[in-house]
């Protein structure tokens, strides 16, 4: 018996997906599809404010939409919405029961907010059965497959995402430049700052001003790195987690470029 867990956030349209899922058994036939679509939200603004009626309407679309294409190629599936997170959904899923390989299904482009650095290198530590992350892209005829990775049976504990030692959490890339871009950022405010009160004549509210940014910077970049921790240490990659990161790359430039334009200008 050949039991595949696919997770989808689009209606599965065209046979190149039917297609990936057929390979599963080398086209001998698969005896059970359990199909799983996360809960996504249409921004990462309404997954911060807890948006969930919106995606949950979207999901039961999008899986009957995806189990009717299925049966029309005489495909036997079952299905369920899932957690936002789809390497959080997969887990639900595996606790229903075992499976010989999860298919991830990405279409590429704006349409899948949802899916943030490191997604399969997070299935690969997170999900024991063999993996297939397969992009696929909207065309007139149904979507095409464009790119397709593999892994293994088993999870996998280093992988090259992960950066740093026994005093922190596994980081992705990303989480990792942020603190970085941070760190730099804020000795630049609090240098420029105080470049700009030492070389005036009088202390003006501009320079004021400067002081205030670069503290200010400095709180939030701390801010950023005590809730990764935090985050990091259940597992989770929320809205939240996504919320400080963008705000943390977003404000750190900003704030920089502030303190110059006092230096240069006050």
Known sequence: ??????????????????????RVTNGNGVDEVRLVVPK????????????????????????AASLAALRREGITATGDVGDSDPVLAAEDALREGPVDEILIFEHGGDSTPWFEDGLFERAQEQLEPPLRMVVLEHEPGGDHVVDVERAGRGTEEHIEHEVGASYFP???????????????????AAVL??????????????????????????????AHVVGLTLFESVGYRGGFSRFFHTVALVLTPAAVLANLLILLLA
């Open 40 to 63: 996504v939200p249409e921004t990462r603004f309404r997954d911060l404010m807890g948006d969930v009626d919106e995606p949950a309407h979207h999901a039961e679309e999008v899986l």
């Open 170 to 188: 596994g980081l992705s890339r990303s989480d990792f430049a942020g603190i970085m871009v941070g760190i730099v950022g804020t000795i630049v």
């Open 1 to 22: 018996m050949t039991r595949l867990l696919a997770i989808v956030t689009d209606p599965l349209e065209g046979r190149e997906p039917i297609e990936q899922i057929r």
């Open 193 to 222: 700052a105080a470049i700009g009160a030492s070389e005036a004549n009088t202390v003006s509210g501009w320079h004021a001003a400067a002081v205030l940014i670069a503290i200010g910077l400095a709180l939030l970049n701390m």
